[in-house]
């Protein structure tokens, strides 16, 4: 069964600096690949996905995301962090079909001013 | 609607007691998902349907849950004898299809579920 590791549990950065989250998974076969980002009290909000083609994904909010095959990682960027940009952050892995998808426990970013 | 909409958004109930959670999906969309959210964690596939059926309920922990989706759009989680293990948030979603990669999920807020 696919499964995703998120190493980092609590991330600090100063806004204005750039931002990396890791992500590690485990699937037999290619992957379909996502970000969620999910503030207090809100539903998972999706950032970014990948399917196939380009290894370089752009989301929403300036985030940007790389597949690396070879590495097993779908590491999630941002140049420039803004303080709104504070929140949970999840990668998750899918089957084909997307029915099973699964997540790793998240990073929770702290923005300090 | 315009969202994937989630009833009640908090419940306490009774250790034992009998729980139904509401999850109302994007109009049009025939693939609806369970996930539970236990705290420090990432969300746990419970069960998905596509169209009324339950096409994998391999993620319900026990048989005290059970979830239904009769007509294809509205579903309802039930939970039988509470636990306080059950305590979590569980979360709703749907998205147009669940073939290939092509669609994606769109979540509801959540209903958190405290047993005391």
């Known amino acids: 069964a696919q499964s995703v590791t998120q190493p980092d549990i609590h991330i600090t950065v100063s806004e204005g600096a750039s931002l990396e989250l890791r992500c590690n998974y485990s699937?037999?076969?290619?992957?379909?690949l996502f970000w969620y980002v999910q503030s207090p009290g809100q539903g998972l909000q999706l950032l970014l996905k990948?399917?196939?083609?380009?290894?370089l994904v752009q989301g929403i909010k300036g985030f940007e995301a790389e597949f690396k095959r070879s590495q097993s990682s779908f590491n999630l960027r941002k140049p420039s962090v803004h303080w709104s940009d504070a929140a949970e952050y999840f990668c998750?892995?899918?089957?084909?079909?997307?029915?099973?998808?699964?997540f790793g426990a998240g990073t929770r970013l702290t923005v300090k001013p | 609607g315009a969202g994937v909409s989630q009833t009640p958004s908090n419940k306490v109930t009774e250790k034992g007691k009998y729980v139904e959670l509401r999850c109302d999906p994007i109009?049009?969309?025939?693939?609806l998902y369970w996930y539970r959210q236990s705290l420090g964690q990432g969300p746990e596939f419970l069960i998905y349907?596509?169209?009324?059926?339950?096409?994998?309920d391999s993620g319900l922990p026990n048989d005290r849950f059970f979830a239904v989706r009769p007509e294809g759009s509205v579903s309802t989680l039930k939970i039988q004898r509470t636990e306080r293990g059950d305590s979590a948030v569980y979360l709703c979603?749907?998205?147009?299809?669940?073939?290939?990669?092509?669609?994606?999920?769109?979540f509801g807020a959540g209903s958190r579920l405290t047993v005391l």
């Open positions: 979603a749907s998205s147009l299809t669940s073939q290939a990669g092509a669609n994606v999920l769109t």
């Open positions: 990948y399917f196939s083609g380009d290894t």
């Open positions: 699937y037999g076969a290619t992957p379909y």
């Open positions: 349907f596509q169209g009324t059926g339950a096409a994998d």
């Open positions: 109009s049009g969309h025939t693939a």
């Open positions: 998750a892995v899918a089957k084909y079909n997307n029915n099973d998808m699964r």
